[in-house]
């Protein structure tokens, strides 16, 4: 018995699992394949009602433009005759009923189908109707006025609208004065109809907006059962007709015309054509042999592979969007931008309208990183990204490259002065001061701009343009913009040509200081000596220092040029005890964490009288971190070194550099003393000048004397001390020392017109 029944409930045993098996696998894959097809029949059928959606919408898109088409051929047809010389003649100067009735009314009725045509005086009366083939009596005319006259009120300007009428080719939705011409759609006396005016020409060439009273030529053409036959033969529309309700049979469609007022002007209606049902009709026997095949083995794999296009899709988007925007402040980076300035190119050179880059360099942001930290210098940053973005347009692109450059893509075309506002704008955006962290931190920005046209070359040479047209925006003085010229491509080679040789000059020791005699009220007797940089190139002789500070500065050399400078300088001035040695502080330098040690360690290694040594401090040295810089200076003056702010009144010249940084010195700049005998504001502002230096304790000295006038007015207002041609050039330390022992021999002399002017 066991013997018997052992296989036989092995067997079952073994029927019952495959079973289990077998329906744990079909029955999903039996609701796979069911949801396929459902999906994909409900998928052809949503296709097909598309299909007749989208047939629709272009039949009722082609009658549309059938109808502005019908309205502007009308316009056109009775423009033909109102803008003529002879209807300025024959009805403007002097109305001529015959000529009215032959060349206008008959002609536009015979040649042209116009079913009315009418002409109005500049009072508006009707001085000449056709309607049909005769003229119009009063009755019609009170009974058509109404539905006329809007169409007068809107050519004579009385109106900026037609709400009971259509306007055809509207380009400005609210003109206002005369119009020229106009068309619209309207009913006239129960019937749709093109309704065309224009204005008749006058020999004075009267704007529309001036030309009030001219006469106006008014022509009516019926949409009748011909109008539409004609237009449902052009554009294949199927017993396409007028309707006086919307009970049409099931299947067709009804196109309402009606007026801005909701006045209805016609109802037409045509039965559209189907693709759908064609559509259904063709696909359904391949899907059905098709889902036979491929069901079984879709429905294995689809729900895998789903979700592993999904995570790969998802994956890719997550990593394209990495790699193409900076992670600190969420912006497009470079590679983004070079991809999006590749694309705008080729756009600008399939005849799109111009654009342009503007390449924007933040100023004095690494002195942000270097004394106030990264975590500060990042906020910024983020500070900077939300001005930008809402400074700039909607279409307009802005990336971050790295550091503190930022770029911009505009469709703001070629035009150099709308760029320069725009320019302008994030210059001034960007200016505005920041507070983060509780710091109050001021910054600067140069913009370099590169327009692009259909003679541009790639994205490369685009920017190189933008970066050589920021590299001028920061020689001329940051906080500004420059758009490249061709110019720019010799200046940028030439200046780092000679950045090469600056560098070299430093390191060799090519470099020398000459002093300028810095005198007493009186200028017989010398007080003190301002170190001054020159530098006599091998080949191309005596080079500006205007020229070579402005290349140092925006390389980074200004650091190393401005240490050698005050170690010479300090070496120099212990030949003269009785002399102070003033020496100008770049922004750069000052802004440095490590002044102060480079100033004390330099005092102590050539065992200069820091009593003696006056830093000239330009009022830009102050911008960007009021607090930061208010440490560095009392650091100096802990020292026993003193402070001289330079170029006073050609900044910002705030009260508040005056009253919170100390201070022993004021220098006036140049400017306003070659002008005091010349403009009465440059003398008040010296005098004021002065004043305000006594008040907070502060010496003045007066630069770029040159005359006994001008002498004698500084010495009158009180001036300390001055410096200038006067007094003498700036010379060798040997004719220092010269002066100092024979100090008679150097009495202040007038310098020649000619140098002076």
Known sequence: MSFVTGPHASGQQRYTHWDRARLSVVVPIGVIVAVAIVCIVVAVLSSAQRADEVAIDHENQLLSGALANYGTRVLREIDSVASSQSATQNIRRKFDPLWADERAGVWLAAYFKHDYILVFDGQDNPVYSLIGHHAADKAWFAKARPELIELLDFMRGRSTTMPGAIRLGQSVPAETGARNNAVALRSILGQPAAVATVAVASDAGLSPAADIAAPIM??????????????????????????????????????????????????????????????????????????????????????????????????????????????????????????????????????????????????????????????????????????????????????????????????????????????????????????????????????????????????????????????????????????????????????????GDLRQAIEEGQLRLMYQPIVNKSGDTMMGVEALCRWNHPTRGEISPVEFIAIAEHSGLIVELGAWVLRQALIDGKAWPSLTVAVNVSPLQFRRADFAELVERTLHETGFDPSRLELELTETVLLGNIDTAEAGMLRLKALGVRLALDDFGTGYSSLLYLRRFPFDKLKIDRSFVLSIEKAADAAAIVHAVVSLGRGLGMKVTAEGVETADQHLFLRAAGVHFMQGYRFGKATTPAEISARLRAPADYLPHDVPAAIAG
């Not at 991809?339 to 933040?362: C, G, N, Q, T």
């Not at 942001?365 to 909607?394: C, M």
């Not at 550091?403 to 960007?430: C, P």
């Open 218 to 499: 008014l022509s009516v053409k019926f949409i009748n059962a011909d109008v539409l036959a004609s237009i449902a033969t052009q554009l294949g529309l199927v017993n396409l007709r007028a309707i006086d309700d919307d009970a049409v049979p099931p299947g067709d469609f009804v196109y309402r015309l009606t007026a801005p007022n909701g006045e209805r002007i016609a109802h037409f209606a045509w039965t559209p054509k189907q693709p759908g049902a064609e559509i259904v009709q063709s696909v359904v026997p391949f899907i059905a042999v098709a889902l036979a095949g491929f069901a079984l083995l879709a429905a294995f794999v689809l729900r895998y592979m789903r979700r592993t296009a999904v995570a790969i899709v998802a994956g890719e988007t997550r990593l394209r969007y990495l790699a193409m925007h900076d992670p600190l402040c969420g912006l497009p980076n470079r590679i983004f931008f070079g991809e999006r300035l590749e694309a705008v190119i080729d756009e600008v050179h399939s005849s799109k309208s111009p654009a342009a880059v503007l390449y924007i360099d933040l100023d004095h942001f690494k002195d942000v990183n270097d004394t106030l930290g990264h975590p500060v210098g990042d906020e910024l940053i983020r500070n900077v990204t939300l001005r930008l973005s809402s400074t700039l347009r909607g279409g307009d692109l802005v990336a971050r490259l790295g550091g503190d450059e930022f770029a911009v893509i505009s469709a703001i075309g070629n035009d150099t002065t709308k760029t320069m506002v725009l320019a302008q704008r994030i210059i001034t955006a960007i200016c505005a001061p920041y507070n983060i962290g509780g710091q109050n931190i001021v910054i600067g920005a140069s913009i370099g701009i590169a327009l692009i046209d259909r003679d541009s070359g790639g994205a490369a040479d685009i920017m190189r343009y933008a970066d050589m047209a920021l590299y001028r925006a920061k020689n001329e003085g940051r906080n500004r913009a420059c758009v490249y010229d061709a110019a720019m491509d010799a200046d940028l080679s030439k200046r780092k040509l000679l950045e």
